[in-house]
Nanobody, 120 residues
Framework: QVQLVESGGGLVQAGGSLRLSCAAS????????MGWYRQAPGKERELVAAITSGGSTYYADSVKGRFTISRDNAKNTVYLQMNSLKPEDTAVYYC??????????????WGQGTQVTVSS
């Protein structure tokens, strides 16, 4: 099993910044790419950003130029630096890691979620 533990959420004013962290532990050989999803009230969960073990990144159009995903492979930790935050960024943010084939299953690993609230 893999455990993902997020930290760094909170309340910030529009235009401010927050940095989320997600530390992976357990059978970390089961994961490679990692990412961040978010879910706002009444909306579906959406992929915000992802990063491969080699450092290739993906960003949703809504966060390009404002958010930066990075990782420290030695610490099994992924980060999401969020700048120029907007009220519409308010959501619960979840760390995600899909399993690699050798894990023998297809369900993703998820963190418990961390609340990000941006006031206007």
């Amino acid at each position: 099993q893999v455990q993902l533990v997020e930290s760094g959420g909170g309340l910030v004013q529009a235009g401010g910044s927050l940095r989320l962290s997600c530390a992976a532990s357990g059978d970390t050989i089961c994961i490679s790419a990692m990412g961040w999803y978010r879910q706002a009230p009444g909306k579906e969960r959406e992929l915000v950003a992802a990063i491969t073990s080699g450092g290739s990144t993906y960003y949703a159009d809504s966060v390009k130029g404002r958010f930066t995903i990075s990782r420290d492979n030695a610490k099994n930790t992924v980060y999401l630096q969020m700048n120029s935050l907007k009220p519409e960024d308010t959501a619960v943010y979840y760390c995600n890691a899909p399993p690699v084939r050798l894990c023998g299953h297809s369900y993703d690993y998820w963190g418990q979620g961390t609340q990000v609230t941006v006031s206007s």
